[in-house]
């Protein structure tokens, strides 16, 4: 190990705290300190390299170091890096909301940018709720979500979420919750429930953070049919299926649905800048003109310049490119070549999201193993996540694969 590469670990070491981190650990071990990147590949310090194969945490789509983002980005850069939204418009947001909007034409017409994945679960779900206080639904307060769910971490967010062992300590701060397991409970709800419900919230077609649980198919147009019956808001959290993984741009129009709330966010950059959008339809938006009507949200980063570009970039790549196209036949290649493999117990998986369960209590193990053989992803308890980016090609596929058989 190199001088420079010690010194970083041991700056780490003392000064720097990881997400979701078992510091104790952490602390023993000797973290990979990644500083380049290019397609599928991350490249350490050392200059060894890795398949990125969960995409960086679920987040690039064509590849680290994309040409196209990257000018984008640069060109932005040089020009002007950020300016407010509190006031001032500025032409690459301008641009991208109305980019955004033309994937819905007619039905999602207003684009409202914060900065992760989080934030805009918030912005869908105080945009639901106090669009009920103002347009004559002061009784519904309530949001209606699922078990297992995983919506993010700020503590509006993670009160939507299902996943037990992230709520300590704050699980009964936040919002009021309903929580179901199915389509069929939620039918089966109580009706002062449903009566002071605003926003019933899902990840779309998979759960990803439940070890890549799929719905059934046909939930999602079915949860559609029972919002609309019911008045109530569906708000659809697509920051890990957006952007192509599932084999459509967005998983709702997989099922045709169009939500009232679309939340974007990991992908929207390709996996460059953070930034996130909600969408969501003209009657919201309607609900929030005039005096005492205003939304009281934003951020200082709101509508960020750099981010915009980075989007606007990404979403000319997907037109200039066949990647959408191969998606499913990508994602069924590496579920077949999986099959082959002994240790690889049940696999689940929509387009190019794939976990696969592994035997009990050896998920961390196996990850271990993968990254020695050059093959960089996380666990999720006993579920390895295979999540690529989506310009993987057949020959790193079958690198992935071969990694996979040996460990
Ligand atoms: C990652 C994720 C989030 C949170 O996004 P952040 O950018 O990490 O705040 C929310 N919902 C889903 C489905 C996610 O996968």
């Not at 429930?193 to 059934?216: D, F, H």
Request: hydrophobic letters at 40%.
């Amino acid at each position: 190990m190199t001088d420079q590469t010690a010194s970083w670990i041991a700056a780490d070491r003392r000064h720097a705290w990881h997400p979701f981190t078992d510091q104790a650990e952490w602390e023993k071990s000797d973290p990979l300190i990644l500083t380049r990147g290019e397609g599928v590949w991350l490249f350490d310090s050392e200059g060894k390299r890795y398949l990125d194969a969960n995409s960086s945490i679920w987040t690039n789509i064509h590849g680290h170091g994309n040409p196209k983002i990257v000018a984008a980005i640069q060109e932005q850069a040089a020009r002007l890096c950020h300016s407010s939204f509190l006031g001032f418009a500025n032409d690459k947001a301008s641009e991208l909301a109305e980019r955004l909007c033309a994937f819905f034409p007619n039905q999602l017409t207003r684009c409202f940018f914060s900065d992760d994945g989080s934030t805009a679960l918030e912005v869908a779900l105080k945009m639901s709720l106090q669009w009920a206080q103002q347009n004559g639904r002061e009784e519904r307060t309530g949001v209606i979500a699922f078990d297992h769910a995983y919506h993010g971490d700020t503590l509006g967010a993670s009160s939507v979420g299902g996943v037990s062992r992230f709520m300590k300590g704050y699980g009964e701060a936040g919002l009021s919750v309903y929580r179901v397991s199915s389509l069929e409970d939620l039918r089966a709800l109580p009706e002062i429930v449903i009566k002071t419900a605003s926003a019933v919230v899902i990840e779309p077609l998979i759960q990803g953070v439940n070890q890549m649980r799929p719905w059934p198919k046909g939930m999602l147009d079915g949860l559609r049919a029972w919002t609309e019956e019911k008045g109530i808001h569906l708000i659809l959290d697509e920051v890990m299926t957006g952007f192509g993984r599932t084999g459509k741009m967005f998983a709702c129009q997989n099922e045709e649905v169009v939500p009232d709330f679309l939340c974007l966010a990991k992908g929207l950059t390709g996996g460059t800048m953070p930034l996130a959008a909600t969408l969501t339809r003209e009657e919201i938006y309607e609900g929030f003109r005039g005096p005492e009507k205003t939304f009281y949200y934003g951020h200082s980063y709101t509508g960020n310049a750099l981010g915009c570009a980075a989007a606007l970039a990404n979403l000319e790549v997907f037109e200039e490119s066949q990647v959408l196209e191969e998606v499913e036949r990508k994602g069924a290649l590496i579920e077949s070549r999986l099959r082959e493999i002994s240790k690889v117990l049940e696999i689940r998986r929509v387009g190019l999201v794939i976990g696969f369960d592994v035997a009990q209590g050896t998920g961390k193990e196996v990850c271990q193993a993968l990254k020695n053989g050059g093959v960089l992803t996380r666990p999720i308890l006993d579920t390895i996540v295979i999540m690529p980016p989506l310009v993987i090609s057949e020959e790193e596929i079958d690198y992935l694969l071969d990694a996979l058989a040996v460990v």
